[in-house]
């Protein structure tokens, strides 16, 4: 008898353990629930305080509905903004920011992306989705690379990627953009012109000044629009006799390359308007005729000094000399692939 009373006092102690040890197992899942739904309030009104920050910076200027921040610290942008995606354009500069969002491909009314002077060094594939954007600007940033998912971005035409010093590629899909006439690769680390500028059919201005191209494409006339070309501090010794073909060049910078002469092929470049060969090892001294100028027109006329006059008289004065410098011809196997 005594054995059974201990037996039941085991079992009952046993089963009040149980019961204790449950109350407090569900004690805890109640308060780690409370818990969480704190957290999820909080994260509400912290999203809505993020909003409220947000839609402070948003004006409407002249029809355009615009987010523009500059010098605050937004290293990362918040999942809170895919609420405001009838924004048509971003500016954010100066802001720190590390990275284009994922999310950005939700923004399909953007027209205008500006991210300059930030701390971007990634773009994600997601940019290709925004169809209608016609502005990316993103020098001064930190990027290496671009997906080549911008080639989706079908109405852009202007692309501006100035500064960002380890970039020195581009895909080639991005000669799909059929309507870029606008396209800032300055000061970057490119050694020579990107195959997909050749294929872009509306390209009118291009500054690629500030890299290390040492030449140019042999077919660089196929970029038949282009009217300006900055290719100023890059290490070019020559250029292709195509240069000559560029009928709409009108601007062509050539200034602190390492040409030694002046080809015969450029003379016949009757649209070029403004042209500088300033700080080339040119083989020949030449001076243009002096004439006395007003105060205001110095810097101008410093500029003409390596003009088209001083191209034009350096070509005359190689001929008088009886050599013939000549641009760099399309080797046979190049011409016939």
């Given at each position: 008898m005594?054995?059974?009373a201990?037996v039941a006092v085991?079992?009952?102690s046993?089963?009040s353990?149980k019961?204790?040890w ?8 109640e308060?780690?629930?409370k818990?969480?739904?704190?957290r999820e309030l ?8 993020i909003?409220a920050?947000l839609?402070e910076?948003i004006?409407?200027e002249?029809g355009r509905?615009i987010?523009r921040?500059?010098?605050?610290e937004?290293?990362v ?9 009838n924004?048509q ?7 720190g920011l590390?990275?284009v ?6 923004f399909e009314n953007?027209?205008?992306l500006?991210l300059?002077r930030n701390c971007?060094?990634e773009v994600?594939?997601?940019i290709?989705h925004l169809t209608?954007?016609?502005?990316l600007?993103?020098?001064y940033?930190r990027?290496?690379?671009?997906p080549?998912?911008?080639a989706?971005c079908?109405?852009?035409?202007k ?7 380890d970039l ?6 991005l000669?799909?953009?059929?309507n870029?006439?606008h396209l800032?690769?300055s ?12 294929n ?7 500054d690629?000044g500030?890299?290390?191209?040492q ?5 660089i ?8 070309l900055?290719l100023?501090?890059?290490?070019i010794?020559c250029l ?11 601007t062509?910078?050539?200034s602190?390359n390492k040409?030694?002469?002046i ?9 070029l ?5 300033r ?15 007003e105060?205001e027109e ?9 003009g088209?006059d001083?191209?034009?008289?350096y ?5 008088r000399?009886?050599?013939q ?6 080797p046979a196997?190049?011409?016939t692939?």
């Amino acid at each position: 008898m005594e054995l059974s009373a201990d037996v039941a006092v085991c079992l009952g102690s046993v089963a009040s353990i149980k019961v204790l040890w449950e109350g407090r197992i569900r004690k805890h899942k109640e308060e780690l629930q409370k818990e969480k739904s704190i957290r999820e309030l909080a994260h509400v009104w912290e999203d809505r305080i993020i909003l409220a920050r947000l839609k402070e910076k948003i004006l409407n200027e002249e029809g355009r509905v615009i987010l523009r921040i500059e010098k605050e610290e937004w290293k990362v942008l918040p999942a809170a903004m895919v609420q405001l995606t009838n924004l048509q354009e971003w500016h954010l500069h100066r802001t720190g920011l590390q990275r284009v969002p994922s999310f950005i491909g939700h923004f399909e009314n953007l027209l205008v992306l500006n991210l300059s002077r930030n701390c971007i060094a990634e773009v994600p594939p997601e940019i290709g989705h925004l169809t209608r954007l016609q502005e990316l600007l993103l020098s001064y940033n930190r990027l290496q690379d671009v997906p080549e998912e911008l080639a989706g971005c079908q109405s852009l035409e202007k692309l501006e990627l100035a500064v960002n010093q380890d970039l020195s590629r581009l895909p080639l899909q991005l000669g799909q953009l059929r309507n870029l006439q606008h396209l800032d690769l300055s000061i970057n680390q490119f050694t020579a012109i990107p195959e997909a500028l050749l294929n872009m059919p509306a390209l009118e201005w291009l500054d690629m000044g500030g890299n290390k191209i040492q030449e140019l494409p042999h077919d660089i006339h196929r970029m038949k629009n282009l009217h300006t070309l900055w290719l100023q501090r890059n290490e070019i010794r020559c250029l292709p006799e195509s240069v000559s073909e560029m009928a709409n060049l009108g601007t062509l910078v050539l200034s602190g390359n390492k040409l030694q002469d002046i080809p015969t092929c450029m003379e016949k470049m009757d649209n070029l308007r403004f042209v500088n060969f300033r700080d080339n090892p040119l083989k020949i001294q030449v001076s243009l005729p002096w004439e006395e100028k007003e105060e205001e027109e110095e810097e101008e006329d410093d500029r003409e000094m390596y003009g088209r006059d001083f191209m034009l008289a350096y070509i005359q004065e190689s001929r008088r000399r009886g050599g013939q410098p000549t641009c760099l011809r399309v080797p046979a196997d190049d011409a016939t692939g």
